[in-house]
């Protein structure tokens, strides 16, 4: 039991900290405010009603934020969150009476709620991250996938070029490494989509992600949030919250069943550890802001499909793991692929580019598709605005970066 | 009359010790309302960290207050609705505290972060000033209800106002006069006399119940009542009850917590309704009940029913003790189940529910 005391002086140093970024919460209701203040000042640990006052204002405080769009909810609630996951870590280490496995286990889903529905505080921006650091030293049982767990890569004898002309598309040009000057004048100018082969050879992803038992080791036990459906299009695609181990499991290695696909996720900010693996391309620099790149990751097993549609930035989608076939058309072509309606999915279109139903989008003659199956190592320049539909054809793990 | 309350005490907003009190209990809003007091007392509002609590003509805050908890004090009146005894509608939410004067002369909003008291005027939008003048002159405010977004006001002539600062909601297409509005977390219900139901606001969580997650600007019949009559509506969080002259009610909108009481047999998660949905209930054995339901109420992701037998039911949430049941045994009921009877039959019994609460209201039939 050493280990944990050790773990609860390490948690407890920020509470100093916590305490300064109070101010952050101002306009925060009377109530939870003054509650929170109390436990963050108090030198005392907590006792069991704070923990369940604790947990009352997490509780409200999700409410809270389902209301209205997520992007608009005032951020000094989602601060609150972040300020009362971290009091609810404390008094979980401090008081559960599980065996320490247990203990950590549910420490890391007490810190990924916090991580997912709070943000960072501007006094302590990597919290609830650093808090997850300070677990990681102690090891816990993990359960790891006891099949071959590593993606064999397969040499497929159809050709690119065969594929393409399948679908009457043009084959998108790949060219080796670029310089930034080329790069830019000729594609990010241009607004023109291209693969860049060579770019990622030093990344140690490359070799790490193939065995999937990797993620399980380095990331178990935390929790992520993943879209089951085989399309956000359908009536039946849902979210849920599930470990690490469990998607590997359930998902990665399944064959029947709704499909789990680890989506748009900021898996590199809340597990640190695998940034690592990764570096941010040199060709993001070519911004027109000082935004940070968003880098997210997209796990899944075979058959993800991310419907026909288009996204603001400029995005470099990055394959790691296995393979993946895109169509892309260019903004041009919105009209022949019949964009959805409804102002939640004005960005995606109806037509499915594998096979499209020519009875109901008869337009889509017209339009100019390009393909490419994207293979480990490489990765695809997608412009801004232009249309992608991308779907995976093996275990696949891709990372995307996308800029202004 | 009497108070049996469950639900949350996180704030000591009752008179009692546990934070969490998780089956029916007689209890009053505060140590300091004694047994020759309840008469006189009445209940206002729950919300999650007060309650409104009026004795004679003084209105009272109950729970949380000034960043402490287990507090009881007047709610502080601007002082000119003192000197001159306004009467006043109330409402809050845990932000602000609005009172409208019922002559709709003005409003105050009460800022409980700041302590600060703007006072606001009823707004008319110019071109209907004149016709809305007349309109004031001889119509009084018989309700105001805040959302956590913004604040709904009833007129006893039928006419609905919306926003902190009140601006006209056109309801002249609605068949009969409003006799109710209601505000979910981001949507609005009301009733006319002649039974119809409209809701307008965000429809993404299918709370609107006209079949799609549109959202509306203008409040819209749910076609799916249409030919019933309906009495009385009620709106939890993001759903929504209505109990018609039958005494069948209907629920439709978020079902994440089994809120509206609709279980599917074959099905693992609770499915969600874009409609409205007859509500059934079952005894023990599994048998259907046949009795008319007479109050209804929601609170943020649970809903209450009151039988002709002064049975209580309850479905959805219950982490603390909404249901009025063992939170640790039932973390949350998909179905109605029978979780109470008054226990004398001739008490006329009405429900109303807090974000986290349920409370019965009896009084002893004269």
Known sequence: MLALREICYKLEEYKTCVATALPEIEDLDPASKSLLQRYINSTESTDPSSTIRIQAILDYMYEKINIGNWKEVKLFIRKAITIATYLKLLAHVRFSDEDTDTIIKQAYKIIDFGILFGCPLDKEPRLLQNCASILNTVNVQKNLVLKDTSTK?????????????????????????????????????????????????????????????????????????????????????TQRLITIEEFVKQYIYQTEGPTGYLAQYQLFDQIPELKSDITEPEYCCFSDSNEPVDVMAWYGPKGTVSPLHHDPKKNLLTQVVGEKQLFLFAPSDSEFLYPHEHELLNNTAQVDPRQPDLDKYPKYRSSKPYYCRLKPGQMLYIPPKWWHFVESLSISFSVSFWWE | MELYVTGSNIFRQWHCDDLVINEFRVLSPSKHIVANDRSRTN?????????????????????????????????????????????????????????????????????????????????????????????????????????????????????????????YVDTKHCVGKVIDV?????????????????????????????????????????????????????????????????????????????????????????????????????????????????????????????????????????????????????????????????????????????????????????
């Open chain 2, 43 to 167: 209940l206002l509002e729950i919300n999650w960290s007060y309650n409104i609590v009026q004795i004679d003509d003084i209105l009272y805050i109950s729970g949380a207050w000034d960043g402490k908890e287990n507090q009881f004090t007047k709610v502080p009146l601007p002082s000119e609705c003192v000197t001159s005894k306004v009467d006043l509608c109330v409402t809050g939410n845990d932000y602000k505290i609005i009172l409208v004067d019922k002559k709709m002369a003005a409003l105050w909003a009460l800022d409980l972060n700041k302590n600060e008291v703007k006072k606001l005027n009823f707004f008319i939008e110019k071109a209907i000033e004149d016709n809305m003048k007349k309109k004031k002159l001889d119509d009084s405010v018989t309700k105001a209800v805040l959302s956590s977004g913004t604040c709904l006001y009833l007129t006893q002539r039928g006419h609905v106002y919306s926003g902190i600062l009140p601006s």
């Open chain 1, 153 to 237: 890569e397969k040499n497929k004898a159809s050709s690119d070029t065969s594929q393409a002309d399948k679908f009457n598309a043009i084959q998108i040009e790949s060219i080796d490494c670029p310089s930034m000057e080329h790069f830019y004048k000729y594609y990010i100018l241009a607004e023109k989509p291209v693969i860049l082969d060579n770019c990622i050879n030093h990344w140690p992803a490359l070799e790490k992600w193939k065995d999937q038992n990797y993620f399980i080791n380095l990331a178990g036990p935390r929790t992520v949030s993943i879209e089951i459906g085989s399309k956000y299009t359908d009536t039946d695609w």
């Open chain 2, 182 to 366: 209601q505000c979910g977390h981001e949507h609005f219900v009301l009733l006319t006399e002649e039974g119809r139901v409209y809701t307008w606001g965000n429809g993404r969580r299918l709370q609107l119940g006209h079949g799609d997650i549109s959202s509306l600007e203008v409040p819209t019949e749910v076609e799916a009542l249409a030919g019933i009559k309906i009495l009385k509506i009620s709106a939890g969080g993001w759903h929504n009850l209505a109990l018609s002259e039958f005494g069948d009610v209907y629920a439709w909108g978020l079902n994440d917590t089994g809120q509206l009481g609709i279980k599917h047999l074959n099905r693992e998660h609770n499915e969600s309704f874009c409609v409205p949905n007859l509500v059934s209930l079952f005894d023990k054995q599994g048998i259907e009940i046949t009795r008319n339901v007479k109050d209804i109420a929601c609170g943020s992701k649970h809903s209450a029913l009151i039988l002709d037998d002064n049975t209580v039911w309850t479905s959805g949430c219950n982490k603390y003790g909404q249901l009025g049941l063992s939170e640790q045994k039932y973390p949350s009921l998909n179905y109605y189940k029978n979780v109470f009877q008054c226990d004398n039959e001739d008490r006329n019994c009405s429900l109303i529910c807090g974000p986290w609460n349920t409370v019965i209201f009896c009084k002893f039939e004269k």
